[in-house]
């Protein structure tokens, strides 16, 4: 691995939802509702673009599918009340049944990339420059099955930071604030390039 020079990532950025996102996302009525609240900024998400390379290939190409992740939407949440709790990345996920585990709820190691991917996503949100990040650990906590087909929504926030390391929590909820699965994570800022 070459450390003579960061490696770069694209900043998330503001960006207008496809028509067909938000076509996937209006029959669940907690969800269409995000993309109407001025409150929530829809930003870009790099981990679904394909790309020509193999770079993110499991959210941008392998879980890109109509039976495993029908739709994704990112969402950028300030804090009304930045003392008591930070500002969020929010994703609405639309999942088949392709995600299965057992029948009827997503496999937990999928339950783990959605948790890592969020938490990823707000400390990457959080850092200082367009430097990756990768995840040192992460810790899940299971609480409720996450049934399938169905839409979950993801939140993601920085907990503290302390040179290049970002510590991370997220949670998978069901639209109602029940949490469905918890995690925390360590991601760390790399040096050199990939």
């Known amino acids: 691995m070459d450390h003579s020079s960061p490696a770069i990532r694209e900043p998330l950025s503001h960006q207008q939802p496809s028509p067909e996102t938000i076509s996937q996302f209006s029959s669940t009525p907690w969800a269409a509702s995000l993309f109407t609240d001025s409150s929530y900024t829809p930003i870009s998400n790099v981990s679904r673009i394909p790309r020509q390379t193999t770079q993110e290939s499991l959210i941008s190409k392998t879980l890109q599918t109509p039976t495993t992740i029908q739709a994704w939407q990112n969402f950028y949440h300030p804090s009304s009340s930045p003392s008591t709790h930070p500002d969020e990345i929010i994703t609405l996920v639309k999942m088949g049944t392709d995600m299965n585990g057992f029948q009827d709820i997503a496999h937990g190691g999928f339950v783990a990339v959605m948790l890592d991917e969020i938490i990823g996503m707000a400390c990457e949100f959080r850092q200082e420059g ?36 970002i510590w991370g929590k997220g949670t998978v909820e069901d639209g109602e604030g029940n949490v469905l699965s918890q995690g925390e994570a360590l991601f760390v800022q790399l040096k050199g390039s990939l």
């Open 130 to 165: 367009r430097v990756f990040t990768m995840t040192a650990y992460l810790n899940v906590t299971y609480k409720k099955p996450v049934r399938t087909p169905g839409t979950v929504l993801l939140r993601g926030w920085v907990d503290r930071r302390q040179g290049r390391k």
